[in-house]
């Protein structure tokens, strides 16, 4: 055994990450599949509106990503607190967790509407500008009550009670389906009319949440019990100081994908809706590794806050096991079934046709972004956020997106190029991610070497 790891313990482990994360994951992937069923029934109206709905994406993905990033430090303080058994810490930070999202939601919403008027200097086709306004001002508002969510099953995950939260979302999910039908085709709203499906359902998700939250008699001692009371400043600059730094991380990343749809607009329509088939994709596979990293953060946090680091090393190596498993059964599919998935989306052979030329680069590149998300989560569970946030910024921003723009341009490889360049840019995140988490394993495990078994 060396340094605590061994097969008992990495069986162990990865038991807990995979009966933790399964809730979570389902939920990840059930919140992408109102992507996958906006992208579907948009399709069915016309190209031209999938485009468009691909642009207004990409421009709400940045601040929505952003505010996710930021309440993920509820997850890392609750999961501390309960390390700790402080629950009275457990209740300030759920509270003032959910008042920063609520906030923050506002905030981020009206920037991003302040933008609506200036569509145009992105220079995409006209037709598609004209679509999109209507359609993203739904969604930016749709931020308040969908981050407001998200605090709150932040907090419950870190509590191990996943389900209830999973089940809440999961309606909204379905209820975002009979809504899409209803304003896109019965109201013939279209593109529009996917807009207020998914505001209504988000709202619905918020309302629910708090029903439950209010009554909910199991973990009555974690959850606050008066939610109107003066900011604790304390619990904030905690939040904000975990929350920012771990926003700016996911920003680079996302923002990369989302200046990516708009580089890719430079191709013309076809090559836009051909982005959003392999960036639904992409993103509903990556719901997997991303759920695993939102359970390890939530078991690191709760070993870092016990000062329990025997079960560092082997928390870290199951759930890169765990990871690169299932990451190899996915690059497969997206490898040899590149048309079959593209056809699942829309019937335009042209879209089709680059649409797997897409899917073959997401088949090479999964493994890079499964391993960096999972090793960040690794890291904001030990409540390490600003190192992280820098390797983002440089591989996207300094290789990933310069490169694939040399290469679409320069290189000849056009929307082509533009992909290569994220796969370098995920390339370099997860090795530079993976060797700081087992920087921070060793420098730690010295620190606390009377605990190492």
């Known amino acids: 055994m060396v340094g605590g790891l061994s097969i008992p313990a990495l069986l162990k482990e990865g038991k807990k990450t995979a009966i933790l994360s399964i ?14 069923t906006d992208t579907v029934m948009v399709g069915d109206v016309g190209v031209t509106e999938l ?27 609750t999961s501390g607190a309960i390390g700790r058994e402080d629950d009275a810490e457990a209740r300030s930070v759920c509270r003032n967790g959910f008042f920063l999202a609520l906030g923050a939601g506002c905030l981020l919403a009206a920037l991003g509407c302040f933008i609506i008027p200036f569509l145009s200097i992105f220079n995409q086709p006209e037709d598609v500008t004209a679509l999109a306004p209507p359609y993203l001002a739904l969604v930016l508002i749709s931020i308040i009550p969908i981050l407001s969510s998200i605090a709150l099953k ?37 593109l529009t009319g996917a807009g207020w499906a998914t505001l209504i359902s988000r709202t619905a998700i918020l309302v629910a949440m708090l029903l439950w939250f209010n009554n909910t008699i199991r973990v009555v001692h974690l959850v606050p019990r008066r939610w109107l009371q003066k900011p604790d400043p304390k619990t904030v600059r905690k939040l904000l100081t975990l929350g920012i730094p771990a926003s700016l991380h996911l920003l680079a990343e996302v923002g990369a994908f989302s200046t990516a749809a708009i580089l890719v607009g430079y191709w013309g329509e076809i090559a836009l809706a051909a982005h959003q088939v392999a960036l639904t994709t992409a993103g509903t596979v990556f719901m997997v ?22 079960r560092y090393l082997p928390i870290i190596v199951s759930g890169w096991l765990l990871t690169i498993s299932f990451i190899s059964i996915t690059a497969t599919a997206c490898w040899l079934g590149n048309e079959f998935i593209a056809r699942l989306y829309v019937d335009n052979e042209a879209v089709i046709s680059l649409a797997a030329k897409f899917l073959i680069i997401v088949a090479f590149f999964q493994l890079f972004d499964g391993l960096q998300v999972v090793s960040a989560g690794y890291l904001r569970g030990l409540e390490d956020v ?18 694939g723009w040399l290469l679409a341009t320069t290189g000849g490889l056009e929307a082509n190029g533009i992909w290569w360049g994220l796969a370098i840019g995920l390339g370099l995140a997860a090795i530079f991610l993976s060797t700081r988490v087992l920087q921070m394993e060793r ?8 605990n190492r078994e």
């Not at 809730?23 to 996958?36: C, E, T």
């Not at 600003?386 to 490169?403: D, M, N």
């Open 443 to 450: 420098r730690l495990g010295q620190i606390n070497f009377s």
């Open 23 to 36: 809730p979570i994951i389902i939920g990840q992937i059930s919140q992408m599949l109102m992507v996958i």
């Open 386 to 403: 600003k190192v992280p946030a820098w390797t983002a910024f440089v591989s996207y921003w300094i290789f990933g997106i310069p490169i």
């Open 289 to 310: 590794p991303l759920g695993l990293g939102i359970a390890l953060t939530m078991r690191m946090g709760k070993a870092f806050g016990a000062n329990d680091t025997s």
């Open 51 to 77: 485009a468009a709905l691909t642009f207004a994406s990409s421009i709400f993905a940045i601040p929505f990503i952003f505010g996710i990033g930021l309440i993920t430090s509820v997850s890392i303080l």
């Open 154 to 190: 932040n907090h419950s995950d870190s509590l191990d009670r996943t389900w209830e939260g999973f089940f809440i979302f999961l309606g909204g999910v379905l209820l975002n389906v009979v809504l899409n039908k209803v304003f896109i085709f019965d109201l013939g709203y279209g």
